[in-house]
């Protein structure tokens, strides 16, 4: 693999990243300018508290004890609704690895040249899975310069983790769209699968999370959402049970992917 898809692509796409990553880090400094001190924080979480319990777990502030510390409250803030917009981001690339391209009748022409299937797929996600980690440092590095601004005293390390967590999760929903574009020909039925795959996973998520125990709870385990944020200790990185599944699924998808793609005929 000589990495000049890789190299094309980062080129190519640089620009959008930077949107997105300036996205992403506002959101973060909005979140941490609303908790200038301890007294705003608690005053917060005095307000949510009073809310019953099932919206809460719903919502993902379940456990208030966590967001009465400045970590927690940008776990639930920034991560929780940065996680979605990556989704979202994640979809859209899976879509440029081959599915735009062959909907506007070109991915022949660029197979014309002297590259296999399997490369193009591959060096394109990997460039993709490269933006998507600068996407999350440079919101990190937001949420640090954000943090100048308020009274407490955040470890730059634990916010980086909080953005870096955001990566497995976005990498699944590439491989997801990826595979849907790879297997299916119709280009707007591999994007709505996908769309329903991301909204559907957050909603299933929602749903579980507003039911202590029971069948429905459990089905919220089926979400990747569930396994982006649940069990992670605010400031720390994704236990290591939760990044194993996500990056093997993600493995397992992106393989069927290539073997998809590589065995169908192209759209013209």
Do not use: K
Not at 108 to 127: G, K, Y
Not at 152 to 159: K, M, Q, V
Not at 193 to 216: Q, T
Request: proline share 4%.
């Amino acid at each position: 693999m000589s990495g000049v898809l890789l190299r094309a692509t980062l080129r190519q796409h640089w620009r959008p990243t930077l949107y997105w990553s300036a996205g992403l880090a506002l959101l973060g400094l909005y979140v941490i300018a609303v908790i200038p001190d301890q007294d705003a924080l608690d005053n917060y979480v005095s307000l949510v508290a009073s809310m019953p319990q099932p919206i809460l777990d719903a919502i993902g502030a379940g456990d208030t004890l966590l967001l009465r510390t400045p970590e927690g409250f940008i776990q639930y803030g920034f991560a929780t609704w940065a996680q979605l917009m990556l989704a979202v981001y994640g979809l859209l690339a899976g879509l440029n690895l081959c599915a735009n391209e062959e909907e506007a009748g070109i991915l022949d022409v660029l197979l014309s040249l002297p590259l296999s299937r399997r490369r193009l797929l591959l060096e394109r996600f990997i460039a993709f899975a490269l933006l998507t980690l600068l996407i999350t440092l440079l919101s990190a590095l937001g949420l640090v310069l954000g943090s100048g601004a308020t009274e407490f005293t955040l470890a730059p390390a634990a916010l980086f983790a909080t953005a870096l967590n955001l990566v497995p999760g976005t990498l699944l929903v590439m491989a997801f769209t990826a595979l849907m574009a790879a297997a299916l020909r119709r280009h707007m039925l591999a994007t709505g699968i996908a769309v329903f795959f991301v909204i559907g996973s957050y909603f299933l998520d929602f749903i579980a999370s507003a039911i202590s125990e029971g069948p429905l709870n459990q089905l919220g385990r089926l979400s990747f959402y569930r396994w982006s944020s649940d069990g992670i200790a605010p400031g720390s990185f994704l236990p290591t049970e939760n990044l194993a599944l996500l990056l093997g699924v993600t493995l397992v998808l992106l393989v069927g992917a290539l073997w998809f793609f590589d065995r169908r005929d192209i759209g013209l």
